[in-house]
């Protein structure tokens, strides 16, 4: 038994001592400060470079854990950087305008990613930003004050605060929001229902902050993924006309989480922000030869809109309109449209809101905003 508990104690000695060697320190304006850094084991060229910004009270170590950072920056080849923030008395906290602090993590992060460039190779035309909650407001933060810098955001259920919406971005840059409806802790409208008071701008303030910023005009394109899964979620997808990029993800249904995977989930945050910062896509499960297309117009209308269908191998009979509660208001037998697959429908006697427009039971849907 003394020997087993010794090799026990050697193995949590070596363990405790590899997770040790990969936090790192580098000190910025006299204090010693924490990140880790995950590479891909072979790379020939210049790296990409993610810094991920984690949430209140987070620790990169276990963050690195859940994300598994590690098989991410093989699968990407990029480099992963996970800077921990400083305890500011209720555990580790960004500072991106939500308390009175004079500690300057946005000047930190961009000596942290100079200190970087000089030991790596890296691609200083490739520099990422992302967070989450917390994170996801030093993002929008990183994105103000150094955009000129960094070539893409994607923030997660984190806001703009009053203090940084009174700046005018350095320069535009490339924007991901993702936001969950039903999100209590950092609200869809600002409010956080959790802490009892307002947290920042609410969502559509932010897109038209970035909207300004970004020089965009018009309106977006709405568009969804495939309703695959039994998650009980709705991922809407807006694409602004933008000089710069800009889009939203609006999660229907969505809490305050990181859906991880899009094997669990019909997008998964890690594939979104992948594809939203390299204009690829990853490998994805679904066969998009076997999907429908469909196409409605006008979009937003003022109730009547039109449809469109090019049928795959197995044609639905059927297209079914939901409102945002998961009730059906209509549906369309396909039989009866025109001979180009063409048909109308209507819905004047509806709520203006969000529609989905469904084909394929479910493999094909369309976002309709009737205003």
């Given at each position: 038994?003394?020997?087993?508990?010794?090799?026990?104690?050697?193995?949590?000695?070596?363990?405790?001592?590899?997770?040790?060697?990969?936090?790192?320190?580098?000190?910025?304006?006299?204090?010693?400060?924490?990140?880790?850094?995950?590479?891909?084991?072979?790379?020939?060229?210049?790296?990409?470079v993610l810094f991920f910004l984690h949430g209140l009270g987070g620790n990169v170590s276990n963050y690195d854990q859940e994300f598994n950072f590690a098989q991410i920056a093989e699968e990407y080849d990029w480099m992963i950087v996970l800077p921990q923030a400083l305890d500011q008395g209720i555990g580790p906290m960004w500072n991106a305008g939500l308390a009175s602090s004079d500690i300057d993590?946005?000047?930190?992060?961009?000596?942290?990613?100079?200190?970087?460039?000089?030991?790596?190779?890296?691609?200083?035309?490739?520099?990422?930003?992302?967070?989450?909650?917390?994170?996801?407001f030093m993002t929008h933060r990183m994105a103000i004050e150094h955009g000129d810098r960094i070539d893409a955001c994607v923030a997660v259920s984190g806001l703009i605060t009053s203090v940084d919406a009174a700046q005018t971005p350095v320069a535009?840059?490339?924007?991901?929001?993702?936001?969950?409806?039903?999100?209590?802790?950092?609200?869809?409208?600002?409010?956080?229902?959790?802490?009892?008071?307002?947290?920042?701008?609410?969502?559509?303030?932010?897109?038209?902050?970035?909207?300004?910023?970004?020089?965009?005009?018009?309106?977006?394109?709405?568009?969804?993924?495939?309703?695959?899964?039994?998650?009980?979620?709705?991922?809407?997808?807006?694409?602004?006309?933008?000089?710069?990029?800009?889009?939203?993800?609006?999660?229907?249904?969505?809490?305050?989480?990181?859906?991880?995977?899009?094997?669990?989930?019909?997008?998964?945050?890690?594939?979104?922000?992948?594809?939203?910062?390299?204009?690829?896509?990853?490998?994805?499960?679904?066969?998009?030869?076997?999907?429908?297309?469909?196409?409605?117009?006008?979009?937003?209308?003022?109730?009547?809109?039109?449809?469109?269908?090019?049928?795959?191998?197995?044609?639905?009979?059927?297209?079914?309109?939901?409102?945002?509660?998961?009730?059906?208001?209509?549906?369309?037998?396909?039989?009866?449209?025109?001979?180009?697959?063409?048909?109308?429908?209507?819905?004047?006697?509806?709520?203006?809101?969000?529609?989905?427009?469904?084909?394929?039971?479910?493999?094909?849907?369309?976002?309709?905003?009737?205003?």
């Amino acid at each position: 038994m003394k020997k087993l508990f010794t090799i026990s104690l050697l193995l949590l000695v070596c363990w405790m001592g590899d997770l040790a060697a990969q936090v790192q320190h580098f000190t910025w304006q006299g204090t010693e400060r924490e990140y880790l850094v995950r590479t891909p084991a072979n790379h020939n060229g210049t790296l990409p470079v993610l810094f991920f910004l984690h949430g209140l009270g987070g620790n990169v170590s276990n963050y690195d854990q859940e994300f598994n950072f590690a098989q991410i920056a093989e699968e990407y080849d990029w480099m992963i950087v996970l800077p921990q923030a400083l305890d500011q008395g209720i555990g580790p906290m960004w500072n991106a305008g939500l308390a009175s602090s004079d500690i300057d993590d946005s000047g930190f992060l961009m000596a942290l990613l100079d200190s970087l460039t000089v030991q790596f190779q890296l691609d200083t035309d490739s520099v990422f930003f992302a967070g989450v909650s917390m994170g996801g407001f030093m993002t929008h933060r990183m994105a103000i004050e150094h955009g000129d810098r960094i070539d893409a955001c994607v923030a997660v259920s984190g806001l703009i605060t009053s203090v940084d919406a009174a700046q005018t971005p350095v320069a535009p840059v490339r924007m991901l929001h993702i936001h969950g409806t039903n999100d209590n802790v950092v609200g869809y409208n600002g409010y956080s229902t959790a802490f009892g008071l307002t947290l920042g701008l609410g969502v559509d303030a932010i897109l038209d902050y970035w909207q300004n910023a970004n020089g965009c005009s018009g309106e977006p394109a709405i568009d969804t993924l495939p309703d695959l899964k039994n998650d009980g979620l709705r991922f809407i997808r807006y694409t602004y006309n933008c000089g710069t990029d800009l889009q939203f993800l609006k999660v229907v249904g969505g809490v305050h989480d990181w859906y991880h995977s899009s094997a669990q989930y019909d997008i998964g945050y890690k594939e979104a922000l992948y594809e939203f910062c390299t204009g690829r896509s990853l490998p994805s499960s679904v066969d998009v030869r076997e999907m429908e297309q469909l196409r409605v117009w006008p979009n937003p209308t003022n109730g009547v809109f039109n449809i469109q269908i090019a049928y795959s191998s197995s044609p639905s009979k059927e297209i079914k309109v939901f409102d945002v509660y998961g009730k059906m208001v209509d549906v369309i037998n396909t039989m009866c449209a025109s001979s180009l697959g063409t048909a109308q429908i209507d819905l004047s006697r509806h709520p203006d809101g969000i529609y989905f427009v469904q084909a394929g039971n479910g493999t094909t849907t369309k976002v309709v905003l009737k205003r």
